[in-house]
């Protein structure tokens, strides 16, 4: 996906640090929550995302803890979808 596809769809469907389903195009759906940083906009221009993983997000929600993240490349998402759970 381009990046400017995953933005629309952060900023239009996504309230901030809601759970989104994120479809790869070579590994598992993953859960994760996009986070954003001081480097957010230089890292969107390259196309890569930080994203708060489920297994995180509880302890990322009480710390505020980046290191909890992981840089995701967006050209690898073949979509995203909001979580129902």
Known sequence: MTNDLIERFIEKKVKKNARVNIH??????????FIQTNDYEELKSKNFWRIVTETNSEEWKRT??????????????????????
């Open 24 to 33: 790869f195009k070579q590994r598992s759906t993953l859960k994760g929550m």
């Open 64 to 85: 505020g803890d980046n290191n909890l993240a992981r840089i995701f490349n967006g050209a690898e998402f073949t979509r995203l979808s909001e979580d129902a759970s």
